[in-house]
């Protein structure tokens, strides 16, 4: 995925071994795809240790939710598109193709803020590693937001 050329060629691959239908393929944008893994994160994605659709399932105590379920054991199960593992903690990035614009990138990022947090504590926790940073990635955008 190094260009927008190698990125539409990977399309293609996907959606002739039936991982992706014809039509999500050519819905496809892959200029922001290409554009994604020019930025530091993107490139260090591809030579780091990776992982992708990571799925887990912890147990949590319900009070992190809500008082009245203190004590009360909460299963929270997701999927973590990407993080990058390294020695000195995780980097989680949660892709959103969400229609944003400058103005209400921020209103989304709130929308999705304890989603991401609790991917943080459960990869914190499988890991046994501190989370370093959590970015959301809004593909219409180009854009990064911390969370």
């Known amino acids: 995925c190094t260009d927008e050329f190698a990125v ?11 991982f992706i239908s ?4 050519q819905i496809v944008d892959s200029n922001k795809i290409a554009a994604f893994f020019t930025t530091s994160l993107g490139q260090k994605l591809r030579t780091g240790e990776v992982i992708r659709e990571f799925k887990f399932s912890i147990m949590n105590d319900g009070v992190t939710y809500d008082p009245m379920l203190s004590g009360e054991q909460v299963l929270l199960q997701g ?6 593992i390294e020695d000195d903690g995780i980097t989680i990035v949660d892709f959103k193709t969400d229609y944003v614009t400058e103005e209400t990138v921020a209103q989304h990022a709130e929308y999705y803020r304890p989603q991401v947090e609790i991917y943080a504590d459960a990869l914190g926790r499988i890991f046994q590693k501190p989370v370093k940073s959590s970015l959301l990635y809004f593909f219409h955008i180009g854009q990064f937001v911390k969370i």
Do not use: K, P
Not at 8 to 18: G, H, K, T, V
């Open 79 to 84: 999927v973590v598109d990407c993080a990058l």
């Open 22 to 25: 014809i039509e999500q393929a």
């Open 8 to 18: 539409s060629e990977e399309i293609r691959r996907l959606a002739d071994q039936r």
